[in-house]
């Protein structure tokens, strides 16, 4: 759910092929492309190994860090192995642009494959925007565990925002429930005084996690 700088390209003999494409491009044929892991590694490195709707961890950083890159070519390492799936956000575009950097996103696959396949797609909650702020345009209901449109913005606005969020699976079952236990068990120990809230270890879900704080903290 934060934004995502997909600026840092590491996949570069990818990236460059992707802007010398035509008009239309070649059909989208998965993994059978022979960029189809540079595309999905580096977009893993972008959103630091998370699900870009969910936040749920979907890859270590091992896999992810810069070093796995040989002259713009993305080199598996030992015991490689992630889970989820390559998700043009924008199906319309799939036709067309199948191949567009702009358009792909790793998210977890009960969510591209249950969820997001069946609704239309609005671009108010597309992560790597420009001007996408998470802060500005969400919140988190820290009892129920759930993100919902900021309240204070117009209600036109707010229902596009709400829609989105179901049609992106983000507050969907079983990853709510997960992030619950998992946010729920971080804040205890900092109140128990087992982390503090500099040294705390956020592996997934840290926008969840980050309004919690904020609340806790009154900010």
């Given at each position: 759910?934060r934004?995502?700088?997909?600026s840092?390209?590491?996949?570069?003999?990818?990236?460059?092929?992707?802007?010398?494409?035509?008009?239309?491009?070649?059909?989208y044929?998965s993994s059978?492309?022979?960029?189809?892991?540079?595309?999905?590694?580096?977009?893993?490195?972008?959103?630091?190994g998370l699900?870009?709707?969910?936040?749920?961890?979907?890859?270590?950083?091992s896999f992810?860090?810069?070093?796995?890159w040989?002259?713009?070519?993305?080199?598996?390492?030992?015991?490689?192995?992630?889970?989820?799936q390559?998700?043009?956000?924008?199906?319309?575009?799939?036709k067309?642009?199948?191949?567009l950097?702009?358009?792909?996103?790793?998210?977890d696959?009960?969510?591209?494959t249950k969820i997001?396949?069946?609704?239309g797609?609005?671009?108010?909650?597309?992560f790597?925007?420009?001007?996408?702020?998470?802060?500005?345009?969400l919140?988190?209901?820290?009892e129920?565990?759930?993100?919902?449109?900021?309240t204070d913005?117009?209600?036109?606005?707010?229902?596009?925002?709400?829609e989105?969020?179901f049609?992106?699976?983000?507050n969907?079952?079983p990853v709510?429930?997960?992030?619950?236990?998992?946010?729920?068990?971080?804040?205890?120990?900092?109140?128990?005084?087992v982390?503090?809230w500099?040294n705390?270890?956020?592996?997934?879900?840290?926008t969840?996690?980050?309004?919690?704080?904020?609340?806790?903290l009154?900010?």
């Amino acid at each position: 759910m934060r934004k995502i700088d997909k600026s840092i390209i590491l996949s570069t003999v990818y990236k460059t092929w992707e802007e010398s494409l035509p008009e239309e491009h070649p059909e989208y044929n998965s993994s059978k492309n022979k960029f189809y892991y540079d595309i999905v590694m580096n977009l893993f490195h972008c959103q630091k190994g998370l699900c870009a709707y969910t936040e749920q961890l979907l890859c270590i950083p091992s896999f992810y860090d810069a070093v796995n890159w040989q002259n713009g070519i993305y080199q598996k390492p030992e015991n490689w192995a992630v889970k989820g799936q390559l998700e043009h956000f924008d199906a319309l575009k799939k036709k067309e642009k199948a191949w567009l950097w702009d358009n792909f996103f790793m998210v977890d696959t009960d969510v591209n494959t249950k969820i997001k396949r069946s609704s239309g797609i609005d671009e108010i909650l597309k992560f790597d925007k420009l001007l996408y702020d998470e802060f500005e345009l969400l919140e988190y209901d820290s009892e129920r565990h759930i993100f919902i449109a900021k309240t204070d913005l117009d209600e036109t606005v707010q229902d596009r925002i709400n829609e989105m969020l179901f049609t992106l699976g983000v507050n969907h079952e079983p990853v709510r429930t997960v992030r619950k236990d998992f946010i729920e068990t971080k804040i205890r120990s900092v109140l128990l005084q087992v982390n503090t809230w500099e040294n705390i270890e956020i592996i997934q879900f840290p926008t969840a996690f980050e309004f919690c704080k904020r609340e806790l903290l009154g900010w």
